[in-house]
């Protein structure tokens, strides 16, 4: 055995994992649902992964962290109950979006009153420079009070989103640029892996790695993505 081989032998074998939480959460899908115990138990690690994944970085044995996140392919059979389970292991990440949606919606609204107003008082102290300017006054004091202003433009409202489950890579990159926490859940892993994950493939694995990435954007404020941790399920 070579120093970065991984004792796979060593592991606890299926149904005797000695994590009580988790295995007791498993077997209780099992025995409710009469699911396959494989189904219950990887979807309960992407969960698990999900919430712990912020939490802690993986130690690589030639060197160097990563992120803790996961990827998770299964493959189930029609009538598994492959939602079902699903629903059993990751509803705790989705409420809190649901719960939150509205008063997120709410600081939408205001913030886009507050941008009016904002725009509004620019307006007219550029007025006043321009007519200070015109009569040959000093506009020291205008100048200043535009700098200032320009510090106190409102900031828009972010919207904490920990589960996706149909998403663009533009729009991905802008929900973990608010949240850098996120698990994407796909029923159709076929679509995701060919219209998301392998047509931005250099991206996903920035993503993975713990790469900054760079946004560039012509109309609105550009960002860098750092620190994000992403699983996919």
């Known amino acids: 055995m070579s120093e970065y081989d991984f004792p796979f032998e060593k592991l ?4 005797f994992f000695p994590l009580p939480i988790f295995q007791g959460a498993v077997n209780e899908v099992v025995r409710a649902h009469k699911v396959p115990p494989k189904l219950a138990h990887y979807c309960a690690v992407a969960a698990a992964c999900a919430l712990a994944q912020m939490h802690v970085d993986v130690q ?5 962290k990563v992120p803790a996140s996961l990827y998770v392919l299964l493959q189930g059979k029609s009538g598994q109950r492959k939602t079902k389970v699903d629903e059993c292991f990751f509803d705790a990440l989705r409420n809190p979006t649901k719960i939150n ?15 009016k ?13 321009g007519k200070a300017y015109e009569s040959g006054s000093n506009t020291d004091a205008i100048e200043i009070e535009i700098v200032e202003h320009g510090k106190s433009k409102p900031e828009e409202p972010k919207e904490i989103k920990l589960v996706f489950n149909d998403v ?6 802008n929900k973990l640029e608010q949240s850098p ?8 892993g076929k679509k995701v892996l060919k219209d998301l994950l392998l047509q931005n493939d250099a991206e996903m694995n920035q993503l993975w790695s713990g790469e900054p990435i760079d946004v560039s954007r012509k109309t609105t404020t550009s960002y860098t993505l750092d620190h994000v941790r992403f699983s996919f399920s």
Not at 12 to 15: D, E, I, K, R
């Open 12 to 15: 606890p074998p299926l149904g």
């Open 168 to 173: 663009t890579i533009a729009s991905l990159k």
């Open 181 to 188: 926490n996120a698990t994407l859940l796909a029923s159709d």
């Open 60 to 64: 690589r044995p030639a060197g160097g």
């Open 101 to 115: 949606r509205k008063q997120y919606e709410e600081d939408v609204e205001a913030y886009r009153v507050r941008v």
């Open 117 to 129: 107003i904002w725009k509004r008082k620019e307006k007219v102290l550029m007025d006043s420079l």
